[in-house]
């Protein structure tokens, strides 16, 4: 696909996130603060996160509310004003 759609519509709905470092992961997910990312090759790792989520009720409910509140960051709305002011504006004035 072309954009992170699923990785934000399940930060949108709460879920949380466990991905490895592909795409946009690295721009969105900031590891252990609104979900985890591994190596691409890191499986232990994976399987370390997916335990811990399991049992840490606390990062899990971090991962929860954090989740809406970093989509909310990437809305149209926000992203088409930066893409504006960084873009279109300059060459508008050009």
């Known amino acids: 696909e072309g954009g992170p759609r699923a990785l934000l519509e399940s930060l949108?709905?709460?879920v949380p996130l466990i991905s490895t470092e592909v795409g946009m992961v690295g721009d969105i997910i900031r590891s252990g603060e609104n979900g985890f990312v591994r190596p691409i090759d890191d499986l232990d790792g994976l399987v370390e996160d997916a335990y811990r989520l399991i049992?840490?009720?606390q990062i899990t409910k971090k991962f929860n509310e954090q989740g809406p509140r970093t989509a909310l960051e990437f809305d149209w709305t926000k992203i088409s004003d930066q893409y504006f002011q960084n873009v279109y504006s300059q060459l508008l004035e050009s």
Do not use: K
């Open 12 to 14: 949108a709905c709460g």
């Open 55 to 57: 049992e840490d009720r």
